[in-house]
């Protein structure tokens, strides 16, 4: 079991990942600013999207979140810290519009062991990328302010364009107001209010992101789950990771699993089960 002071990120990303510890180091570098040097990250074999990694916690009974979507912190701190660590190996990190107006997330990896105050460098931080198809996301968010406090990455909001006139100029003003914040906005197919996840994967790997970390919520695990990739014959998904925390939620809770099938989700493989303070993370990968 790893310990939360370590400077390594834990044997069970390097080995999800297939990371050499020896390339540890560099992962989790990151300059203060938009830009930085080279780092290893997990990439896919396909080159046209970024290598993608569903991860979350949940209760013993799969809830990832309390009545009404109340936020639960679920992960105990030891695995709070793994997560930052994984958050350090990814270029981007994603969520739904509905994690971003409830949770008022930072995504950021605040809960590492500091590094020597000599050292030049701070840890990597992954891009911050929103699902929000008719662009709700607040400029008041943390992470807006964030960023322009120069603590954070710029967000980029993935939207899709309206073809209808009258939906059209409210959507036009609402960007405005989104880049006017600092933000990005990112014009990716929908259909029926979700962005289609093969499209936006390609859209994002021509934006330079090599590795996704996917964080949720609900309807985000459930798109990310069972959008195989069917259209198009290639996964959607690398590797999940599950922390299970030792509580129950009951039938209030938020949880992903209600009406999933079975068929629709692709094979994995086990590759690490450990234990990590109170709770448990198992890692798996696509096949
Ligand atoms: N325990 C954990 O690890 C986590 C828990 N959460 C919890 O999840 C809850 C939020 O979950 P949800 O309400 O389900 O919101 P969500 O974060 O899954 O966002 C869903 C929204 O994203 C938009 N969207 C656009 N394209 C989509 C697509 N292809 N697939 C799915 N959604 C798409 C839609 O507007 C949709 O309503 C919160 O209570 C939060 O605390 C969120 C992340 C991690
Ligand atoms: N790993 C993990 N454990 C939990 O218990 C959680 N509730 C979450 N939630 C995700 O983390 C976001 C909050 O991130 P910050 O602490 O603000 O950096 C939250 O919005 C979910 O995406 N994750």
New binding site residues.
Partial sequence: METETSNQPPSLLLTTFNLSSSSANPVSIYRGDESEHERVTPTSKDDSKPYVTLT??QSLDAKIAGQNGK?????GKES?VM?HWMRTMHDGIL?GIG?ALN?N????TRHLPALPSTFPHRYHLPRPIILDTHLRFSVDSKLVSNYRAGIGRRPWIISSRPSSENELSEWNSKQQRLQAAGVTVVDVESKGGQIQIPALLQKLRSLGIRSLMV??GAQIIKSFLTHAGLETGSKCVDAILV?TAPVFVGNDGVGYGQDLIVSQIPSTEHVLTEVFGRDVMMSLRVV
């Avoid at 936020?71 to 992960?75: A, T, V």
């Avoid at 997330?105 to 950021?108: E, G, K, T, V």
Wanted: aromatic share 6%.
């Fill in positions: 979350f916690a936020q639960l912190i679920l992960s709070m997560t969520i994690t949770d997330p930072q995504l950021n964080e949720g922390t």
